[in-house]
């Protein structure tokens, strides 16, 4: 088992990653007055009684639909009402037992359930070394991702690697994109070495809790940094302005496959501000060799644009884009709406020989 520290405006909470470190609970389960599992019914089924095992009291279990439509205002509320009918009280500790789904969803009900309560990211997918991690917590809004929520850190992050045996090819690459995306930002080695890969095989092997550390380490440096998002932690979104509206465009694509995407636009962006070659056709080509899901919608430009107009990274209705100087150098680069719009549908319309663009 490992251990990292991350920094916060509150203090320091320990992320515990490897095998065995559920028991790493317990102190925080003693010192609670209540135990509240949050999760979704594919983790329950499949893991609930390994948490169970080191659970030293009773646990209430809110169980969810697996999915990126519970992260939603029905669903919170829902929660909110199982906590208040239980008596749930202050001292009481949240566990969010998943995704990033559950993450999101539990740590934003744990920071306002009455004006916050104690949360513990027990995360179960690839992806979620990145959700768990940075105090990120929120719900969606039909007009954009995330667009309800707070900066909460967890008091801890226990991440029992042994439970990610189960996940589905989706869920390993949705998770790889976002390690792929920490190497656009900050690591030319990771990346490099992720993209070495030419299959999803070396996830399940020794080499891969390495990769993973280095991926943990780029998230808690940026949010150690900029733990509010005023300035170098929007770099954490490279691959997201797009992402995100894809994401909702197309419930088929999980968060990752739309990053995925996302980066490709971001990169094509890059290309023609800075004149620099970021080798996109290669970045495809591994994307494609992994099975990604790449489509695009050619004739979805406009909607596209609507998702990214309500982007929380934007100022004064101009849309802010993280774009690379190199890999390793982001940067905010702003767009005003007609500027963006004929670069997005020349982008789609030269994709269609890249990639499936449905018309
Ligand atoms: N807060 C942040 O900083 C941050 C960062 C990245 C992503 N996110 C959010 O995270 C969400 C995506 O997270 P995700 O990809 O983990 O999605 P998810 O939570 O929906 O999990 C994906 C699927 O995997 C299943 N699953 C979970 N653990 C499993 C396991 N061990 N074995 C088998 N199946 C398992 C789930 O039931 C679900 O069907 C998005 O909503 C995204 O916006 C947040
Ligand atoms: O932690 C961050 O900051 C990120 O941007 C990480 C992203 O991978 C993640 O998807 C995050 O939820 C996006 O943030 P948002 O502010 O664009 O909703
Ligand atoms: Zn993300």
Redesign the pocket.
């Known amino acids: 088992m490992k251990q990292l520290q991350v920094k916060t405006h509150q203090g320091e909470y320990p992320i515990y990653i490897g095998d065995g470190c559920l028991n790493e609970l317990t102190p925080f389960i003693q010192k609670a007055t209540q135990v509240v599992v949050i999760t ?4 329950y089924e ?2 609930y009684q390994t948490l169970a095992h080191v659970l030293s009291k009773e646990a209430l279990v809110y169980v969810i639909k ?3 439509a519970s ?1 939603s205002f029905e669903v919170y509320h829902a929660i909110q009402t199982f906590l208040i009918q239980n008596q749930v009280d202050r001292k009481a500790l949240i566990l969010a037992f ?7 969803l539990a ?1 934003f009900v744990a920071a306002t359930y009455m004006r916050g309560i104690d949360f513990i990211q027990v ?3 690839l ?2 070394h ?2 768990a ?2 105090g ?3 719900i969606n809004h039909e007009l954009g ?2 667009l309800i929520g707070a900066f909460y850190p967890p008091k801890a992050v226990i991440y029992e690697l042994p ?6 090819d989706k ?1 390993w690459r ?2 790889l994109a ?1 390690m792929v995306k920490h190497g656009f930002i900050s690591d030319e080695v990771l990346l490099k070495t992720l993209m070495s890969f030419h299959t999803l095989d070396p996830l399940q092997e020794e080499i891969f809790a390495a990769l993973l550390m280095q991926s943990l380490m780029v998230k808690k440096n940026v949010v150690e940094m900029d733990e509010f998002e005023k300035g170098s932690r929007a770099f ?1 979104n490279f691959g997201h302005t797009f992402g995100h509206a894809i994401e909702l465009d197309e419930k088929s694509l ?3 496959e739309a990053v995925a995407i996302g980066i490709i636009f971001a990169l094509y962006l890059s290309k023609k501000t800075f004149k620099i070659d970021l080798a996109i056709d290669d970045y495809i080509s591994y994307l494609k060799q992994l099975n990604f899901p790449l489509f695009l919608k050619a004739d979805r430009a406009t909607q596209y644009m609507n998702y990214m107009l309500h982007d929380k990274k934007n100022e004064q209705h101009q849309i802010r884009f993280v774009l690379l100087k190199e890999v390793g150098n982001p940067v905010l680069v702003t767009f005003s709406e007609e500027e963006l719009k004929p670069m997005l549908q020349q982008f789609l319309n030269e994709m269609t020989k890249e990639v499936r663009v449905c018309h």
């Not at 998943?98 to 999101?104: F, I, S």
């Not at 439970?163 to 589905?168: I, Q, R």
């Open positions: 979704d019914e594919t983790v499949l893991h697996p999915g990126e992260k998943g995704g990033g789904v559950v993450g999101d740590g995360p179960t997918t992806l979620a990145d959700s991690v940075g990120k917590v929120a991702k995330n439970l990610l045996a189960t996940l589905s869920e949705s998770g976002e954490l999980s968060h990752g």
